[in-house]
């Protein structure tokens, strides 16, 4: 195995989390609600948006920070959930680019 196919597999392996982050349905539409409301949504106003419970949606809205969608602001006595997923489409697209460029490598 090449080098570089090495440091493909190795980028694979380090979006795993991003992906597996990606895969729920709930945590999509959390993203989604979040793109359409730049300065922040609390909690209630997440479950009340997507029809989850205030847990559930507790539960997603970690798992989206631990992995760099997401961070939270304090506004007053509440949290505000915002978007800030530029580092993991940074490395998701850093992966596609590493893929599509062995792809297009001469054999």
Do not use: W
């Not at 080098?3 to 990606?22: M, R």
């Amino acid at each position: 195995m090449s080098g570089q196919t090495e440091s493909i597999l190795q980028q694979f392996k380090a979006c795993i989390p991003l992906l597996d982050v990606l895969t729920d349905e709930n945590r999509q539409a959390i993203i989604m609600l979040l793109a359409q409301h730049k300065s922040g949504l609390n909690v209630n106003t997440i479950a009340s948006q997507i029809q989850l419970s205030r847990p559930a949606v507790s539960h997603h809205l970690k798992v989206l920070k631990q992995s760099g969608f997401i961070t939270s602001e304090k506004k007053s006595v509440e949290n505000h959930y915002v978007l800030t997923v530029r580092k993991p489409l940074e490395q998701l697209k850093a992966l596609i680019a590493a893929v599509e460029a062995e792809c297009d490598r001469p054999l």
